[in-house]
């Protein structure tokens, strides 16, 4: 199991710090949010990607229906060569509660969203190919046959394409469906009254197990937890993540969001956690 953070928003030149401090404690990844409006997480990452070579770099995750994907597909194609091949991609279809009120011509309809999500997945995989295309969406048109070649922008560094990671809420057969076309899922659960509930390990296994029957993709495949455990003692720590380890997983993310740089900066130069 691979151990990342999701660092707190802020500026890139914070952001490029406290990867490359992570990167020195021995952490495999740092993944940044995107908000309806705030400092934009690929010019963050960007910076991180100049003063770091191992660690992974990551959006947890970009609102799809808030940005077109040929702009997503060239920013990160950009980003995915600068780093040589370090990006990983987390979508999803946004969480309307964070401001969207403030943009009101945004789409906030929930399947309007989903619709949009999907579409985004097959265009990105077809543009990360760097082949003509066209594309008939109900929210997307593309012509890329009308285009001539040599404005495409290069093929990432990653192929068949930078690594997608998707939210997934289990058990919606929608959402999974829509995760088994990506590399990796950002694992979610509903109630029966449609809150937010808690994965269990049972959770991780059922999906682990859904994953191997259902997809047809050869492309590695993540299952990623996120959450907070550091103020667990370390004995209690490995008992989570060991857990999470057996039913599955293959990364951690532990939530940075909300402490300052200081704090954060504090967190990393403790090390990522080693399991025994």
Known sequence: MKFGVALPYGSARST?????????AGWDGCFMGDAIWCEDPMIALAAAAMVTQRIRLGTMIIPMPLRRPWKVASESVALDRLSDGRLILGLGAGAVWMGWQSFPDEVTDTRLRAEMLDESIDI???LYQRKPFDYAGKH?????TLLDE???????VQQPRIPLWVVGIWQRPKSMQRVLKCDGVLLEKRDAAGQAADVTPADVRAVHSFVQAERTLTSPFDIVMQ???AH???????????????????WWIENLIGLS?????T????GAPQLK
């Open 124 to 126: 990105l995989t077809l």
């Open 267 to 270: 967190f990393l130069q403790a």
């Open 140 to 144: 997307f048109h593309l012509k890329l």
């Open 227 to 229: 959450g907070k455990i």
């Open 232 to 250: 667990l003692a370390p004995a209690q720590q490995q008992d989570v993540l060991l857990e999470w380890q057996a039913a599955g997983a293959t």
């Open 261 to 265: 740089e200081s704090e954060a900066t």
């Open 16 to 24: 490029a710090k406290l990867c490359q401090t992570a990167e020195a």
């Open 150 to 156: 040599m404005h495409y922008p290069p093929r990432p």
